[in-house]
Nanobody
Framework: QVQLVESGGGLVQAGGSLRLSCAASGRTLSTLTMGWFRQAPGKEREFVATTAAGTYYTDSVKGRFTSSRDNAKNTVYLQMNSLNPEDTAVYFC?????????????????????WGQGTQVTVSS
């Protein structure tokens, strides 16, 4: 079993920054493929970033968001810069034991077995 706990969400003005954290327990980070997703009100869950076969981002966050990991703390981070109101959503981290392969690995929610509780990010204009 893998438990994921997110933190770091909050209210920020447009142009500001936040860093989300996702602490994993139950497995070491090196054995996990990690992903970030978000869900805005009234919208479907959307892929944000993944560490599957490298680090990939959805086009709307490229150049603004950076995913990183601290294996010693068993934690992954999502640094979010130049935030805009369209980034407002509940952000979730997700994990899968083992690697992913194939076209666009880690881009789909069903590829992950474990999910955090989510953390709210609100960007005011």
């Amino acid at each position: 079993q893998v438990q994921l706990v997110e933190s770091g969400g909050g209210l920020v003005q447009a142009g500001g920054s936040l860093r989300l954290s996702c602490a994993a327990s139950g497995r070491t980070l090196s054995t996990l493929t990690m992903g970030w997703f978000r869900q805005a009100p009234g919208k479907e869950r959307e892929f944000v970033a993944t560490t599957a076969a490298g680090t990939y981002y959805t086009d709307s966050v490229k150049g603004r968001f950076t995913s990183s990991r601290d294996n010693a703390k068993n934690t992954v981070y999502l640094q979010m810069n130049s935030l805009n109101p369209e980034d407002t959503a509940v952000y979730f981290c997700a994990a899968r034991i083992g690697p992913l392969y194939g076209p666009r690995p880690g881009f789909r929610g069903y590829e992950y077995n474990y999910w955090g509780q989510g953390t709210q990010v609100t960007v005011s204009s």
